[in-house]
């Protein structure tokens, strides 16, 4: 059975950091790109940020030079530190999996990151 399961959410206030950890289970990891996204209620779902098996990243510009993704393989975690919150990074933050050759997507319940003052 397949697995991804987020923690490190959490109300801070503007200005400061969050790590956000996703740990996966019943997955070949290397194999796979692991990923962000977000949800806020009542908007659309956002993709943040990926990692691919060789380390290469990506972002989507509202969190780059804030947020960097990270990836254990012996561990089979993937991170995100996510610094400079602002408000308007409120969401629920996702984890997923997505297989090197797009065969198999999973993805986690999410972790609740709230930011206000």
């Known amino acids: 059975q397949v697995q991804l399961v987020e923690s490190g959410g959490g109300s801070v206030q503007p200005g400061e950091s969050l790590r956000l950890s996703c740990a996966a289970s019943?997955?070949?990891?290397?194999?796979?790109?692991m990923g962000w996204y977000r949800q806020a209620p009542g908007k659309q779902r956002g993709w943040i940020a990926r990692?691919?098996?060789?380390?290469?990243?990506q972002y989507t510009d509202s969190v780059k030079g804030r947020f960097t993704i990270s990836r254990d393989n012996a561990q089979k975690t993937a991170a995100l530190q996510m610094d400079s919150l602002k408000p308007e990074d409120t969401a629920m933050y996702h984890c997923?999996?997505?297989?090197?050759?797009?065969?198999?997507?999973?993805r986690g319940q999410g972790t609740q990151v709230t930011v206000s003052s």
């Open positions: 990692i691919f098996n060789d380390g290469t990243t």
């Open positions: 019943g997955i070949t990891f290397s194999l796979y790109t």
């Open positions: 997923y999996a997505l297989r090197h050759d797009h065969l198999s997507e999973y």
